[in-house]
């Protein structure tokens, strides 16, 4: 099994779908995040959790939301989607300081037609 | 305002030559930065890590280099290989938190 997993790998969805993306790891990691991705723009952070208590915004966090179910568990919601919310999604993990870096996950493709 | 920037244009090179790619920052003062690989399609792939009080940092045929006064780091892959045809993103703590941020990446491709 991988150490980070994502569900679904691909999803097309309808604007104002609401839409869940999981993500489990089995790091036993404390820190989670979510980034999407889109060409040349890179990793943006949308969230991220530095325990099961502690959830904060990342930079382009409006129009999502997040879960910490628990240590391996956390998981994006779009509460409406949006066309311009199509892109590549990625849970990573780390420990406290990063010193073996982030783990990803295989990433959700997002398609919000 | 924050910057991190790579190449956004591919670099191509020879097989067997060394590959050397380049991270800049502005306006940041990270005490750790790390290099990733990203093929595409998949998530990014930690490679190395380096400290700001390091100078230099080897694993294997990859070696990073990080400037704290130019603000700058270079990743090196010596006798490079087709196989080594990637993305490449370097990440810094930006905040103090471990909380990295990602440069955009530059596209490595290695030539038979």
């Known amino acids: 099994d991988a150490d980070v997993t994502q569900t679904p790998r691909n999803r097309i969805t309808k604007t104002g779908k609401r839409i869940m993306l999981e993500c489990s790891q089995t790091k036993g990691h404390d820190r989670m995040y979510w980034y999407r991705q889109d060409p040349g723009l890179g990793l943006r952070l949308i969230y991220y959790?530095?325990?099961?208590?502690?959830?904060n915004k990342g930079e382009i966090s409006d129009g999502y939301s997040v879960s910490r179910q628990a240590q391996a568990k956390f998981s994006l919601s779009l509460e409406s989607a949006i066309p311009n919310q199509t892109a590549l999604y990625f849970c990573?993990?780390?420990?406290?300081?990063?010193?073996?870096?982030?783990?990803f996950g295989s990433g959700t493709r997002l398609t919000v037609v | 305002s924050q910057k991190i920037e790579q190449n956004s244009e591919a670099l191509n090179i020879q097989e067997g030559k060394t590959a050397t790619l380049t991270c800049n920052y502005t306006n940041y003062s990270p005490a750790y930065l790390q290099w990733y690989r990203q093929d595409p399609g998949r998530g990014p792939v930690f490679l190395l890590l380096i400290r700001e009080n390091e100078k230099e940092k080897r694993k294997e045929r990859l070696k990073v280099t990080f400037d704290t006064t130019l603000k700058q780091s270079l990743f090196h892959i010596t006798a490079s290989q087709p196989a080594d045809s990637a993305t490449y993103l370097c990440a810094l703590d930006a905040s103090g938190t471990y909380k990295y941020i990602f440069g955009t990446g530059t596209r490595l491709k290695v030539l038979a």
């Open positions: 959790s530095f325990d099961v208590k502690d959830i």
């Open positions: 990573a993990t780390s420990d406290l300081k990063g010193a073996h870096g982030y783990t």
